[in-house]
Each structure stands twice: as C-alpha cells, then as structure tokens.
C-alpha cells in the first residue's frame, strides 16, 4: 500500500517537469507572431468578455423574438457562472505558482492552501473553464456552429501558455471544469423541458392545486321563426 503513493508523487513529478519545460519553451517563443496573436485571443476567456457575450446573444434573441437564440444566450451565461465558481472553488484549494514566475524568478510552487492572489492560483484556468463552459453552451442550441465555437474555444485554451499565464495541466483541467460546468447547467435544462412538456394542456388548476378538466358547455341559441307578411 505504500507504493501507491510513491508511485503518485513520482507520476506528479514527472507531470511537473513536463509542465515546466513546456512552460520555458513556450517563453523562448512568446514574441513570435504567431504566439503573440494567440495570447491576444487567449484574452477573450476572460470572465466579463465572456459575460459579455453570453449576454449579447440573449438580448439579441430577445430583441428579435429568436426563442432558440434566447436559449443559446441563457445557456451560456448559466455555463460560465457555474464554471466561474467551480474553478474558484479548485483554486482555493489548490496553490500553483503560474509560469511567468518560473520564467522570471525561477520560483515555483505546488501545494495545497493558500495564499490565493494572482500569481499563486494558476490552477485550474479559468480562462479556459470558461471559454469551454460558453462553446458548448451555444454548441447545445446551434450545433451546426460546433466546429468555430470549439475552435475559438481551442484558441482560447492555447493562449494561455505563449502568455505564461498557465501550464499544459492547468488547461486540461480548466477544460474539465468547463465540460463538468456546462453538462450540469443542460442536465437542468432537460429537467426543466421535461417538466414543461408534462404539463396538462386544456386543464384548469382547481382548489387545492389539483387538475379539474376545462369543460365548455355549448350555449343553447334561441329559436328564430320566419314571419310571413
């Protein structure tokens, strides 16, 4: 039994080396053009950008009468508040310096509790969370627009390294926390839907909360003679 967490703490070594490499190279190359364009999007995960959109879209929806666009729109801003606090919540327990002070000060760090300002909650990224979270949200309303929601999303997620604002790991599980984030907001969605469509059509709700049926009596019309003059 005592292996076991031998063999765990070697695999988070050998995780972290990797981690750490990635993170140096990826420094070497942060002023090609390339990665400084890809770390400009990697801002757009930022939670009041993605706000922002999610509500865009559902006024939008609103403006036009579009329900289906008012869903994508509801969809997406239940999705980032929830992975907004999941990946919050992971922070608090998890304490990661980011990358760019390896980088810069040579300094790093992997443990649990605090402190919990910026530079030591690199884990999870919520840039990521996020961005994941949003794409699969409007994904659930347009799937035919999975592919660039998805893509925009990748982008997001990979920028986040030539930034040196997080590692390869962080990313992976910011991408799970998204995905988890996103899954429990359309698990109430379909509880929701499920539960409109029980609903009684032509029925009255009577005293007591229970269901009387709607019945509608024909109205007698008076008899009309023809007068012959």
Not at 176 to 185: D, H, K, P, Q, T
């Amino acid at each position: 039994m005592a292996k076991e967490p031998k063999k765990a703490r070697k695999a988070v070594k050998k995780i972290e080396r990797a981690d750490k490499k990635a993170a140096r190279a990826a420094a070497k190359r942060a002023d090609h053009p390339v990665a400084k364009a890809v770390a400009v999007v990697g801002k757009f995960g930022d939670q009041p950008p993605l706000l922002a959109l999610s509500a865009g879209v559902l006024a939008m929806g609103w403006w036009r009468g579009d329900r289906r666009t008012m869903r994508a729109g509801a969809r997406m801003l239940a999705a980032e508040a929830v992975s907004i606090v999941l990946k919050d919540l992971v922070k608090r327990a998890v304490t990661r310096t980011r990358p760019h002070l390896l980088v810069d000060k040579g300094h790093y760090e992997l443990r649990f509790g605090g402190p919990h300002d910026g530079p030591y909650n690199s884990f999870p990224s919520g840039h990521t969370a996020g961005a994941v979270a949003v794409s699969r949200a409007l994904a659930r309303e347009y799937p035919e627009g999975d592919l660039p929601a998805y893509a925009a999303a990748a982008t997001i997620a990979v920028g986040q390294i030539p930034a040196s604002a997080h590692y390869p790991t962080d990313i992976t599980a910011g991408a799970a926390v998204g995905y988890i984030s996103e899954w429990l907001v359309d698990q109430a969605v379909q509880a929701i839907d499920a539960r409109l469509e029980r609903a009684p059509h032509g029925a009255a709700l009577g005293a007591g909360g229970e269901e009387t049926p709607l019945v509608i009596e024909p109205v007698e019309q008076p008899e009309r003679h023809l007068a012959i003059v």
